[in-house]
C-alpha cells in the first residue's frame, strides 16, 4: 500500500472534528491524546497534520465488527504505553467509508501507518501482541529523525484552566439538579449562541429531565393506542432512555407515517430534537433520517 495511496481527497473536507459529547464520548478518547476518533471532517488535521510530527497508526475496523473491536482495544492499550511516540487514529469504515475508499481496504481490520502524509507501512488482520510490539518499533525506527518529535501530551501541557460556568452547570447536574444544570447552561448560550458544548450539553439534559417524568409504562399505554401522538411521544422518550434510539425513532417516524396537520409536525420536530442527542454522522441517525423523509413525502 505504501506510495500507492492518494490522501490527498481527504484534505478540508471539513473545518474541524465534531464537539465533546456530555455523555463522555468525544474526539479524543486516550487521557494524554495518544487515541483519537477520526472521520473526514478531522481526518486532515489529526491524521495528515500530526503525522508530519510522529507516525500516526490509522486503525480502519469498526464497531459492527466484534473481531476489529477486540483489536481496537489491544491498539489502544498500546498507543497509550507509548507515550505519545505515535497516535492511534480510529477509523468507522462505516461513518466514513470515504477514507476506507482512499485507502483501498479489502478487510477490516486494517492498519495502515502515515508518516508525513504519506502511508509507509501496513497490515490486514488482528495480529499478535508481540508482532504489533516489533512493528511498531519498526515504524519509528523507519521514521526517526525524520519528523519533527511526539505532539505534546496532557501530561506536558499546562494545566488545563477549568471554565467556572461549565463547573457550576457539573456540579449541578452531579447533584442531580437538572434544572439548575440547564439554567447554567444556559447562562453560556445566552453569552455565547454559538457554544457547540453548551448546547449540545442543554439538550442532553433537557431530554434527561423529561424522561425522567416519563410514566414507566408509557410504552403498554402507546402500543394500545397508536392514534395518540402524546402517548407515543412519551414511549419515545422512554426508549431512548433504555438505550433503544432505533424502536424510539421508528415510534416516530410511524406517526409522522400516519398523521397529519399538527401531529405530523409535532412528531417530526419531536424526532429532530432526538436526532441531535447523537452524532449526525451515526448510521443509526442517517439511516433513520433517509426514513424521515421518505415519511414526509
Known sequence: ?????????????????PPRNPSGDGAV??????????????????????SSQVPVIV????????????????????AAQAGGQWILANVDVDVSPQIAQAFGIQSVPTVVAVAAGQPLAD???????????????????????????????ADNDEP?????????AETALDAGDLDGAIAAYQVILDAEPAN??????????????????TDPDAVAAADADPSNAELQFAAADLEMAGQKPEAAFARLIGVVSRSAGDDKAAARTRL??????F?????MVMAARRKLAAALY
Open 59 to 78: 486503525n480502519l475496523g469498526g464497531r459492527a465488527y466484534e473481531p476489529s473491536v477486540v483489536f481496537t482495544e489491544v491498539l489502544e492499550r498500546l
Open 272 to 277: 429532530l430534537e432526538l436526532f441531535e442527542l
Open 279 to 283: 452524532d449526525p454522522a451515526e448510521p
Open 123 to 153: 497490515f490486514q488482520g488482528a495480529q499478535p501482541e508481540e508482532q504489533l510490539t516489533q512493528w511498531f518499533a519498526a515504524v519509528l525506527q523507519a521514521t526517526a529523525g525524520k519528523l519533527s518529535g511526539p505532539v505534546p501530551t
Open 29 to 50: 478518547s486516550a487521557a494524554n491524546g495518544s487515541v483519537v476518533e477520526v472521520t473526514e471532517a478531522n481526518f486532515e488535521a489529526e491524521v495528515l497534520v500530526k
Open 160 to 168: 488545563e484552566v477549568e471554565d467556572p460556568r461549565f463547573v457550576a
Open 1 to 17: 500500500m505504501s506510495g500507492a495511496v492518494d490522501l490527498s481527497a481527504l484534505k478540508e473536507r471539513a473545518t474541524a472534528p
Open 196 to 213: 457547540a458544548e453548551a448546547l449540545n450539553a442543554v439538550r442532553q439534559v433537557k431530554f434527561m429531565a423529561r424522561a425522567q417524568n
